[in-house]
Nanobody
């Protein structure tokens, strides 16, 4: 069974940058896609970004500006999310997720929570303006 552990969240100032990490453990570890979601206070969980594990191809939520970069380290089984120029509206709990089904999603797929079957506990990001 895959365990996902997020880290890197915290209390930051608007304009700062932050890198979130998600370490996947459990043997054997297999995933076709890993993703990031976030949930702001009082709002529903929303998709942020996904990375196809085989080639690193990325898909981002359409509403995002070019301030988010998702990547992965295949050797250490770590998923990253770098957020630049943080804004107050980025305040949320950030979750990583993994899909172990083997489904091959094309770049630009409309990702939803149901596409993933393993979830981390989340890491909180609070942006002060």
């Amino acid at each position: 069974q895959v365990q996902l552990v997020e880290s890197g969240g915290g209390f930051v100032q608007a304009g700062d940058s932050l890198r979130l990490s998600c370490a996947a453990t459990g043997r054997p570890f297999y995933t076709s896609t890993m993703g990031w979601f976030r949930q702001a206070p009082g709002k529903e969980r929303e998709f942020v970004a996904a990375v196809r594990w085989s080639d690193g191809a990325t898909t981002y939520a359409h509403y995002l500006e070019d301030r988010f970069t998702a990547s992965r380290d295949q050797v250490q089984n770590i998923l990253y999310l770098k957020i630049y120029t943080l804004k107050a509206e980025d305040t949320a709990d950030y979750y990583c997720a993994a899909d172990g089904s083997g489904t091959y999603y094309s770049r630009g797929h409309f990702f939803q929570a149901r596409d993933f079957d393993s979830w981390g506990q989340g890491t909180q990001v609070t942006v002060s303006s």
